[in-house]
């Protein structure tokens, strides 16, 4: 990193925030069992349901765009693919969960964000740092977890319906409610957009872009539905229920596709069971589904069709008072099937985890350990520790250590004419250590880690096919400070990376492709009667589109600015104006990003 940057950093003091969640607020992600924000040893973010009303999201990519840590690459506007990388790791080693159920496509390794529905999300937990030893393969930058609305307490409904720029219409609405041991909650939303031209063409010379010249709009069109439900027997018996469906039509632009049909779904179901005071059993099932029909110009040509479904014990002993022990195992089953012959088309994974959480005095311990048997690759064994010290009742220091490993998808292994059957499992080590704390009213924290990677699997041009890498080094810097000042509330966050390439070949030494080096995101609210302003500036640095840095994209700064009206009782009027300079830039090589946008949204939600 460069002195600048560095000095950037101390002049900010490394701001990281929790998007606004007050640190009692309760999150499982972690460490898979419940704690709030102020527990936890883990780098944590949590977005919650007055955080993506107040930013007035229309898509998780969005929403996530500015946490610390976290950056995306977009191929076009709504709806188009979107890579996400969790503290500089490759899109592929974060894992996603919906509901504590594991999703994503086993062909491409990555989760279809862009189909996921906002009006459906209750709350977002962002855990930075490698996870392997709770949840197994691609944990290697961290884990994301999506939680649905559950429902509970009175039936309510909810509605809401926005319009906007390249002809966008949204619509949501749903009902919750529930007595005094059940809960529930259905909900429908869509989207219909003519977006814009989504790609500018193919490069020359070179291999990137989407090969093709078809200056036209790049429409999406998408509808949702959620529906959850759950009961209490008593005390000790409780039966949680959830399912969310996606159908999407999306076009972009591609020399062999450019039209596809996907569906998305999500189905589990979770039993929680005490049998003793201290001992609670959780039993999770569940099946995540990705499929997509493509198509050239409305002629079909090809269909994938992943499938994975998952299973889950854990036990949670409380030993002592302030002592906890998790033990547990997990089972994953992975399935593809399309029109495309993989010389390998299923495989699964078992695995035996065991975690100790402790306190003793001003001092806070985390251990963990798991064994994985998969069914190509055979055993893997990571680790984990973490370590917090109570400096003074408000600052807290904090240091981590963990292993993680990522088999290698299908489409790596197997793809007719591309894959590499040779590929190895990715592994990787990493060291974090963090200072958190309260300062005359404000948050503040600072995050400083380093990570290995071994064998990353990156596209090698020179055999048009993936290889093993022999290394990366991620060093990071994140920070964060939630404040508030004469009555405006403020969240700031930082995140700085120096990412190396150390394949030891023609690329040794370069910067890993499509992560900006630095970014910055602030946010500024205040309340004004019955308004309510706010706006968002996020700031990228340059970053490289390929391996052997020969293409740089620019860094670029977006300002947007949104404005909230109570009209009555539950009603609210909400403007949005994004990219309001019409900055043009590129996170992906020739793929085109949106413009100056304006939305209007009209929604209802008993207080």
Not at 546 to 552: K, M, T, V, W
Request: aromatic letters at 8%; charged letters at 25%.
């Amino acid at each position: 990193m460069t002195k600048r940057c560095l000095l950037a950093a101390a002049l900010l003091l490394c701001f990281h925030s929790a998007s606004g969640t007050e640190l009692g607020a309760v999150v499982v992600t972690a460490t898979r069992t419940a704690q709030t924000v102020d527990q936890t040893l883990s780098s944590t973010t949590v977005v919650t349901r007055s955080d993506i009303e107040r930013r007035q999201a229309h898509s998780v990519q969005d929403l996530l765009r500015g946490v610390a840590g976290i950056s995306t690459a977009s191929n076009g506007g709504r709806g188009k693919a979107t890579s996400l990388y969790l503290r500089g790791t490759e899109a592929d080693h974060v894992l996603v969960m919906i509901d504590g159920i594991k999703v994503g496509s086993a062909t491409l390794g990555t989760t279809a964000f862009q189909d996921i529905p906002v009006a459906q999300i209750d709350r977002i937990e962002i855990v930075r740092g490698p996870r392997s030893s709770l949840y197994g393969s691609e944990a290697i930058g961290g884990v994301i977890q999506l939680f649905t609305r559950k429902g509970g307490g009175p039936a309510a409904p909810r509605f809401s319906i926005s319009g906007g720029s390249d002809r966008t219409v949204e619509a949501s609405a749903g009902v919750s409610g529930g007595g005094e041991r059940g809960w529930f909650d259905l909900g429908i939303s869509g989207i219909d957009t003519s977006g814009f031209n989504a790609c500018d063409g193919p490069p020359s010379p070179g291999g990137a872009g989407c090969f093709t010249t078809e200056p036209d709009r790049d429409g999406y069109h998408a509808r949702s539905l959620t529906a959850r439900a759950g009961f209490r027997f008593s005390d000790r018996l409780s039966l949680d229920l959830r399912a969310l469906h996606t159908h999407s039509r999306n076009r972009f632009d591609g020399s062999a596709v450019n039209e596809s049909d996907a569906r998305q779904q999500v189905l589990g179901g979770t039993l929680r069971y005490a049998p003793l005071d201290r001992w609670q059993i959780t039993l999770t099932a569940g099946r995540s589904r990705d499929r997509s029909d493509n198509a050239k110009d409305g002629r079909f040509g090809s269909r994938f069709d992943t499938e994975r479904r998952s299973f889950s014990l854990q036990n949670d002993i409380a030993v002592a008072a302030d002592h906890l022990l998790t033990v547990g195992a997990d089972h994953q089953d992975d399935r593809v099937g399309g029109t495309t012959a993989y010389a390998v088309d299923s495989r699964d994974d078992t695995g035996l985890f065991a975690q100790y959480q402790g306190a003793i005095g001003v001092h806070d311990v985390q251990l963990s350990l798991r064994r994985d048997d998969n069914q190509q690759f055979g055993d893997r064994v990571t680790g984990g520790a973490a370590w917090g010290f109570a400096l003074n009742p408000d600052t807290r220091m904090r240091a981590a250590f963990g292993t993680a490993f990522k088999a290698p998808t299908f489409n790596e292994l197997y793809f007719p004419g591309f894959g590499n059957p040779h590929l190895r499992p990715e592994t990787s080590r990493s060291l974090e250590v963090g200072l958190e704390g309260r300062t005359a009213g404000a948050r503040w924290s600072l995050e400083a880690y380093e990570s290995r990677i071994d064998q990353l699997i990156a596209f090698d041009a020179s055999r048009f096919a993936p290889a093993n890498i022999a290394e990366a080094r991620i060093r990071g810097l994140e920070a964060g400070l939630a404040t508030r000042v004469a009555d405006w509330a403020l969240d700031a966050s930082l995140t700085l990376l120096d990412l190396e390439n150390r394949s030891g070949g023609a690329n040794d030494g370069h910067v890993l492709p499509r992560r900006p080096r630095q970014s910055l995101q602030f946010d500024a609210d205040r309340r004004l009667g019955r308004y309510d302003v706010g706006a968002s500036l996020f700031a990228a640095g340059s970053r490289y589109d390929d391996l052997a840095n020969r293409r740089e994209l620019g860094g670029y700064a977006l300002l947007d600015l949104r404005l909230t009206i109570a009209l009555a009782p539950g009603w609210r009027l909400q403007a949005r104006a994004e990219n309001v300079f019409d900055k043009d830039y590129e996170t992906a090589a020739f793929f085109n990003p949106p413009g100056r946008s304006l939305a209007l949204t009209l929604r209802y939600q008993p207080s």
